[in-house]
């Protein structure tokens, strides 16, 4: 049941939808009937389908607002960056923040996902292979090493060479 805790669980976003849609059926026949009736049954029916009307959407936000935060963050970021537009701001934060905890598997995870939104970064390579090698996954860094070495322009070569060489003579393979 952990699944339950995590929000964006596809059967709970399916379970999410369907739900508001069966409150925003609900809510429109509410609405019409409201305007067939007497005054006050027409008010009953007008309140219950707002009310409805409502819930259906506090049920969908967090998906709505999630679609609608991405249309509007690509929209300024193509605004004000045009050439990068589908391209993330390059942020460490969780990467960084895994490397401090020791949890080398998620921060590798964070730095593949930084490289590949900016495969041409440098210091990210090297906090890779500085992660793979605390691990203890010599092979992971030297493939690191070698995807750098084709990617990058050839004047970082040498610094990142330097710092694969440090690292490894400080980590060595277990």
């Not at 596809?10 to 809510?27: D, M, N």
């Not at 509410?30 to 309140?47: E, F, I, K, N, R």
Request: aromatic letters at 8%; glycine letters at 6%; one cysteine or more.
């Amino acid at each position: 049941m952990r699944w339950l805790a995590e929000r964006h669980h596809p059967l709970l976003i399916a379970a999410r939808w369907i739900a508001a849609a069966v409150l925003l059926r609900i809510s429109l026949r509410c609405l019409a009937a409201s305007q067939q009736g007497d005054m006050m049954g027409g008010l009953g029916y007008g309140l219950v389908g707002v009310g409805l009307l409502a819930g259906a959407v506090i049920i969908a936000s967090p998906d709505l607002i999630r679609i609608a935060s991405n249309l509007i963050s690509r929209f300024i970021i193509g605004l004000f960056f045009p050439q990068e537009h589908a391209t993330l701001p390059l942020d460490y934060t969780l990467a960084r923040f895994y490397r401090k905890k020791e949890r080398w598997e998620e921060a590798l995870a964070q730095y593949e996902k930084l490289l590949e939104a900016h495969p041409k970064t440098l210091p990210a390579y090297i906090e890779a292979i500085e992660v793979a090698s605390a691990a203890g996954w010599p092979e992971e860094a030297r493939k690191l090493l070698t995807k750098a070495l084709r990617r990058l322009p050839p004047e970082d070569h040498a610094e990142l060479r330097t710092g694969y060489a440090a690292v490894s003579r400080t980590n060595p393979p277990v």
